[in-house]
């Protein structure tokens, strides 16, 4: 609540009879000028001054905002409501229930630890595709999602009955950010406050980095660690510079042939390459009013891959559209419009009062320009031309497959005949014959599609692609092709109205011919629970060292994220995910090869399947309905008979189950006081990794299946688990013995303190011996030997995963020295009490000459107990032979926010600290 109002903007809107308080800019001067997403910041600090933490001095700042200057300006940002999936979700209900016990140990109120903004889950990220290209596939999955997450269910249930404002959305019913833009998101905010109707601009964070995607319905939102999404439900507000905004004009009409991914693709790579990383991509201009809803959703999904920290679109007439479609209320769509105008949030080019805002930088794209593209193999911003597809794929393959050569020799013909294998100019494959396990066989070969998925929200939540794989599908059956049998294919849509619009145009039998029947309503194959391959094919690839592909529709494309037997795995349409199953391999040319041939022997290319834009315009025209969406979100909540007949534990703290291997109470809090411990300097901290360029969370963070034989597996097992109950890191969060053991245990990692190793391993100088991570880390904890990770560019990009922090800190680490980081995941390590640090600008580990085998000592730290923060350290890395490499670090703590958290030991622990003495 808002105690201070120094500008008088407090007012009231009057809209249909209905009266609502607000809180106007046009009472600060200077704000019209303002972006569309500085505006929502503005009116942010408007609402929650407090003259405390909250200034007239930040209202006014952003007010006055330089778009050419370097952010410096820290403002605390409150958003409106939390959203989160059920990977990272689980962790924050289990922390919070932890937070309740250790407020009780401290003599405070456990009630405190209560959601003070809206709260909401969407269990999306748990279904794994364990059956696919069957008819009862999506019904299997489900069973087994809940025979593997049934502890996880029922923990979640406790959650939504034990706090206040906390709602799940159940299993089966979609991706957390299609749920989130088709019913969650409001777009202007309704609250009671003291008995007054309050309206305000929506906003929120989310456990998940892609909540970007609500951008594109004019909310301002991004991902933050779980960390800092606890803490933003406990009444936290967001530490965070005023930005910089990148205006971004879009101008022409996408071409025909060309899809909202390809748009996205071309976006994102030219948003990388200019480098936006900590800023905001603002889309404006007239061209704006051309581009549908679903493809602003779309672009901005994808914030992440580009590095912003948000991608906004401004409310106009095509966001009331959008909402209108979706079954919001006319009384919402009246506040939204009255709301908009009344701030100067509304856009709209033409009007005669427009006023077309400054930004930091400016950036352009005519859509008639983008072509057909997809982006791999392991990064979203490796765009390629689809015309070039095949010749960049062979390009890339001797990475993945050394043994490729430009010919064979005789025995290795003799063993493989030329005949049987895709040849490429003077290029032969190894062809290996598999028999899978429904009898069918054929030859497996380097860059044959094993993984072929519509899945992720980047699409799914897009008619004009979903529908347009469709038509591709219909017309490839009508002439008679069919997807490679060796091909995995899956169809996870983003919400049920996906499956009825496909039901009301007749196109799933046209699928299911395909392979791409129904597997569940999650991200599925994007963050890898693509489910495993056929057991014959997964042994052949192993065997002989196979470089297979997966296409998919998603975001990520990150080494090891797919599936642990495929190497390369690419981000295309929906539509070419579906061509790519026809072709089988990646080495194929759509512009010149045929995908089959017709009766009469005549060839069938990609072009005689590909709808036109207004084939798919047509059909979704006479598909979807505003019906649709009121129909499926009309009992949201409640779930299926499964959800509904889970046994619900009750009371206000939880009862930890000691058997439990999903939920267990973490140790975060163990030991802890009223008061802080004074910040220390680390001395004789060893390296447990030395890592190279673009190391991301899903390098760092538990993610996909656990292994056997690994540290993780053997807990498993050690407590009675059947290997085929290991289920997924994902599915095992709440658990952290489960998961410090996954940290760092990616199958692509590479350590460079181990050569030519691959995987969670890194050289234990206490055994003097290669060895897992996390058994390593355990030998130094029992030296009382401090951690540091090194690395170099770009450390930490990728999705917004909490345990790539916390895993980190339980891990021992101390300190994590780079070249750059990506900005949440080095707000998290601070969230947790790990100091991030940068190389001197120009230095990495290599020209100051570390190898890892030194000892670090980091001096200078302690300043913070003086309630300052240093702008650098001094690092003494002391060799084998005693010399020594010293060098002052710059110290990333960037706001005084931050460096509170640090000084606590993290940020629950600040915040539980500070609702003790409350």
Request: charged share 20%.
């Amino acid at each position: 609540m808002s105690s201070v109002d120094t500008f008088g903007s407090k007012g009231t809107l009057e809209v249909d009879g209905t009266s609502y308080e607000i809180f106007r800019l046009a009472a600060v001067q200077g704000t019209d000028k303002l972006p569309f997403s500085l505006k929502v910041l503005a009116e942010n600090l408007l609402r929650t001054e407090d003259g405390a933490n909250i200034t007239a001095d930040h209202v006014n700042a952003l007010a006055s905002w330089d778009p050419d200057a370097q952010p410096d300006t820290e403002i605390q940002f409150t958003p409106a409501r939390v959203i989160m999936q059920d990977f990272t979700g689980v962790p924050c209900v289990v922390d919070l229930a932890t937070m309740r016990e250790a407020v009780a140990d401290l003599g405070g109120d456990p009630e405190r630890v209560n959601p003070l903004a809206p709260a909401e889950l969407v269990i999306d990220h748990s279904v794994q595709i364990d059956v696919a290209g069957r008819a009862d596939a999506f019904e299997r999955n489900v069973e087994l999602e809940y025979e593997r997450n049934r502890e996880r269910y029922q923990f979640l249930r406790w959650g939504q009955t034990a706090f206040d404002d906390f709602k799940v959305v159940p299993p089966g019913t979609g991706i957390v950010h299609q749920v989130n833009i088709e019913f969650l998101a409001r777009t202007i905010m309704t609250r009671e406050v003291d008995g007054v109707l309050r309206a305000y601009p929506d906003t929120c964070v989310g456990t998940d980095s892609h909540t970007t995607m609500v951008n594109g319905l004019g909310v301002l939102g991004w991902g933050v660690g779980g960390i800092e999404a606890e803490a933003a439900m406990l009444g936290q507000p967001v530490s965070m510079l005023i930005p910089r905004v990148v205006g971004f004009k879009l101008t022409g009409q996408i071409p025909s042939g060309v899809t909202a991914t390809d748009v996205v693709l071309t976006i994102t790579q030219q948003l990388r390459q200019h480098g936006v990383v900590g800023k905001f991509v603002e889309f404006y201009g007239e061209g704006v009013a051309a581009v549908p809803l679903a493809n602003r959703a779309t672009i901005g999904n994808m914030s992440p891959e580009f590095g912003s920290t948000a991608a906004i679109f401004p409310i106009d007439g095509v966001t009331l559209d959008y909402l209108r479609l979706t079954g919001r209320s006319e009384e919402q769509l009246a506040l939204v419009e009255a709301y908009a105008k009344e701030q100067g949030m509304w856009l709209d080019p033409s009007a005669p009062t427009y006023v077309e805002p400054k930004f930091s930088e400016y950036l352009e794209l005519d859509l008639s320009t983008v072509v057909p593209s997809i982006a791999g193999p392991k990064r979203p911003q490796d765009r390629i031309e689809l015309s070039n597809a095949k010749s960049a794929f062979e390009r890339d393959l001797p990475t993945y497959a050394p043994e490729v050569i430009d010919a064979v020799d005789q025995a290795e013909k003799e063993s493989f005949p030329a005949s049987d294998a895709p040849a490429v100019g003077t290029q032969v494959r190894r062809v290996v014959d598999v028999t899978d396990t429904q009898g069918r066989s054929f030859g497996l070969f380097h860059g044959a599609v094993a993984i072929a998925s519509i899945t992720s929200c980047t699409n799914t939540s897009n008619p004009s692609v979903m529908m347009a794989a469709a038509l591709v599908a219909k017309k490839a059956v009508e002439k008679g092709l069919t997807a490679k049998p060796w091909v995995k294919t899956s169809m996870a849509p983003g919400s049920q109205v996906v499956t009825n619009y496909y039901e009301k145009a007749g196109m799933w039998p046209y699928l299911e011919k395909l392979g791409f029947h129904l597997v569940g309503y999650g991200c599925a194959t994007c963050i890898g629970n693509s489910g495993p391959l056929d057991e014959n094919i997964s042994t052949a690839v192993n065997d002989h060292d196979l470089a297979v592909v997966s296409v998919l529709s998603g975001n990520r494309n990150f080494e090891g994220r797919i599936n642990p037997d495929v190497k390369m795995n690419y981000l295309a349409s929906p539509p070419l995910v579906i061509a790519y199953a026809l072709a089988g391999t990646m080495e194929f040319d759509f512009d010149h090869e045929p995908l089959g041939r017709s009766e009469d022997g005549s060839p069938i290319f990609l072009k005689d399947i590909w709808p036109t834009p207004e084939e798919v315009q047509e059909t979704i025209d006479a598909s979807i309905d505003r019906a649709m969406f009121t129909k499926d979100y009309a009992d949201v909540f409640t779930g299926d008979e499964r959800w509904r007949a889970l046994p619900t534990p009750v009371g206000n703290t939880f009862e930890w189950d000691a058997e439990s291997t999903y939920v267990r109470k973490p140790p975060y809090f163990d030991g802890m006081s009223l008061t802080p411990s004074p910040v220390t300097d680390i001395s004789g901290a060893r390296v447990l990794a030395k890592l190279g360029d673009s190391v991301t969370t899903d390098h760092i963070s538990p993610a996909g299946a656990i292994k056997p034989g690994t540290p993780a597996a053997e807990y498993l097992a050690g407590n009675g688990v059947e290997r085929r109950d290991y289920n997924s890191y994902g599915s095992r969060r709440g658990n952290h013995e489960v998961m410090i053991r996954g940290t760092f245990a990616n199958i692509r990692l590479r350590n460079q303190l181990l050569e030519n190793v691959e995987g969670g391993y890194t050289f234990n100088f206490v055994t003097n011996e290669q060895s897992f991570i996390y058994d390593a880390a355990q030998d130094y904890a029992a030296q009382g030997t401090p951690l540091v990770i090194l690395g170099g560019k770009e450390y930490g990009s990728g999705s917004s995963r909490d345990w790539a922090a916390k895993g980190t800190a339980l891990l021992g680490v101390k300190a994590v020295i780079t070249e750059s980081f990506e900005r949440i995941h080095r707000s998290n390590l601070i969230g947790m009490g790990v100091l991030p640090l940068q190389f001197p600008v120009g230095e990495n580990a290599e020209s100051l000459g570390l190898d890892g085998t030194e000892t670090f000592d980091i001096s200078g730290v302690t300043v913070l107990n003086d309630g300052s923060t240093p702008s650098t350290v001094k690092v003494a890395a002391t060799k084998t032979d005693g010399t020594s490499v010293e060098f002052d670090a710059v110290v990333r703590i960037d706001t005084p926010g931050e460096a509170d958290y640090y000084r606590n030991g993290g940020i629950l622990q600040y915040v539980l600290r500070s609702l003790v003495q409350k």
